[in-house]
């Protein structure tokens, strides 16, 4: 069973429209990341959500919103999409109690805009 | 604040040499540091992790990490490198488990 799951795999959209990635983990865990990774291969986190709480939000713009309806899940919409919004889009997700800060990612979602 | 200096974004070895990624960090408080690997096409997944227990830290696939405080630095190495663990390496620091920053990534190559 995939812990950490994300579709769709690869994304292909033109400039302005709206599309979404999902997420789902099975680990159990209360917290949840969206990452961005871009052509350069650097990470930088865009946000994060603790038991549906949002916790983190990362100077991201507001055309991106995330959306846990739970725990194991976290969203995120993307309206009016830009070309540099090309990019592969992880999620993860650890235990807040084992307070180690582990991270499980998900395979990605790649994300091209024409 | 926390942040993480990675040396040399890309590293090539050939096989069977020693791999020695370099890492530096930089911390208000005693971290969390960890190592990912991330293979072609695939999500980042957990090498090794420093929790504040042994210094020198064994993780999967023959790699290990020794912290040292005095240096700032949580360097990766491996006495022999395989084909197969040509990927990009991430570090990564984490000031109370709840935000990890990561490195901007070593990618590398094995030589035959």
């Known amino acids: 069973d995939t812990a950490v799951s994300q579709t769709p795999k690869y994304l292909v959209t033109q400039m302005g429209n709206d599309k979404s990635i999902k997420c789902e983990q099975n680990l159990g865990h209360d917290t949840m990341y969206w990452y961005k990774q871009d052509s350069k291969k650097f990470l930088k986190i865009m946000f994060s959500?603790?038991?549906?709480?949002?916790?983190i939000n990362e100077t991201v713009p507001n055309r991106f919103s995330p959306k846990s309806p739970d725990k194991a899940h976290l969203n995120l919409h993307i309206n009016s999409l830009e070309l540099g919004d090309s990019a592969v889009y992880f999620c993860?997700?650890?235990?807040?109690?084992?307070?180690?800060?582990?991270?499980?990612f998900g395979e990605g979602s790649r994300l091209t805009v024409l | 604040a926390q942040s993480v200096t990675q040396l040399g974004s890309h590293v090539s070895v050939s096989e069977g040499a020693l791999v020695l990624l370099r890492c530096n960090y930089s911390s208000s408080v005693p971290p969390y540091l960890f190592w990912y690997v991330q293979y072609p096409n695939q999500g980042l997944q957990l090498l090794l992790k420093y929790t504040s227990a042994a210094t020198l830290v064994k993780g999967i696939n023959g790699f290990e990490a020794e912290f040292k405080k005095s240096e700032t630095s949580f360097h990766l190495t491996k006495p022999s490198a395989h084909m197969s663990d040509a990927a990009e390496y991430f570090c990564a620091v984490s000031e109370n488990a709840g935000k990890s920053t990561f490195g901007d990534g070593t990618t590398l190559t094995v030589k035959p």
């Open positions: 993860a997700s650890r235990s807040s109690g084992r307070n180690t800060g582990e991270l499980f």
């Open positions: 959500y603790n038991n549906k709480e949002l916790i």
